[in-house]
């Protein structure tokens, strides 16, 4: 089991901590750099730079055989030919992989909450 950090706003994380990570959401704030999907973090500190304040830090957990595609390399959320080429991998993968790992390892994104256990406030 693998633990990650996500940090949110104070209505989110009440929301996440009664029904859990809901689809719907997806792509508001913050979450859009890597396409839709849930935004995750091995790293306390980097999860609180999303928070409304530390308090708002959830701590999930994924299970080791949540298969994560390895991206190759940086891409920004202000470039279109990167959203066009996240997406094509995306669908490539769709069949095979739960989500994508950040080249640095920083950042995970899930396609779906299915695999995401929310262990407890952080």
Known sequence: VM??????????????????????KIGQGWGSTYGKGFYF???YDMATSYADSDEYIICIEISENTNLFPLQ??????????????????????????????????????????????VSPS
């Open 3 to 24: 633990k990650y950090y996500h940090g949110t706003t104070k209505e989110n994380y009440n929301d996440i901590l009664k029904h859990g990570f809901k689809k719907e």
């Open 41 to 43: 973090t091995p790293h």
């Open 73 to 118: 390399k940086r891409y920004s959320p202000m470039n279109h030919h990167h959203k066009r080429e996240l997406q094509k991998i995306k669908q490539q993968l769709a069949e095979t992989c739960d989500g994508y790992k950040t080249i640095d390892n920083e950042e995970i994104i899930l396609f779906e909450n299915k695999h995401i256990t929310v």
